[in-house]
Nanobody, 114 residues
Framework: VQLQASGGGLVQAGGSLRLSCAGS????????MAWYRQLPGKPRELVAF???????SYADAAKGRFTISRDIAKNTVYLQMQSLSPDDIGVYYC?????????WGQGTLVTVSS
């Protein structure tokens, strides 16, 4: 089972994107869900997570610009990204937190033009 992220694309600096990740209820109902990203030449890093009770935590780079949310009925987690900059260019993934190896999908590419 993989979790497939979608919604990436090309946006101008200062623009916004909303990423989505849908999965099975068995995953979403019982796990903390998270967004990760891999910037060029760097290891994958945690961006934000949200617990089943809605508790949220952000990495410093995401605070004030990104918003994670989940739609329980749709078994979907979102990442609303604003004020994007070229520093945010990379592949974005969703997974559990801590991550589950078998759930890594191909991610969705976010490109920001300056």
């Amino acid at each position: 089972v993989q979790l497939q992220a979608s919604g990436g694309g090309l946006v101008q600096a200062g623009g916004s994107l909303r990423l989505s990740c849908a999965g099975s209820r068995s995953i979403f109902d019982s796990h903390v869900m998270a967004w990760y990203r891999q910037l060029p030449g760097k290891p994958r890093e945690l961006v934000a997570f949200i617990t089943t009770r809605g508790k949220i935590s952000y990495a410093d780079a995401a605070k004030g610009r990104f918003t994670i949310s989940r739609d329980i009925a749709k078994n979907t987690v979102y990442l609303q990204m604003q004020s994007l900059s070229p520093d945010d260019i990379g592949v974005y993934y969703c997974n559990t937190y801590p991550s589950t190896q078998t759930y890594w999908g191909q991610g969705t590419l976010v490109t920001v033009s300056s």
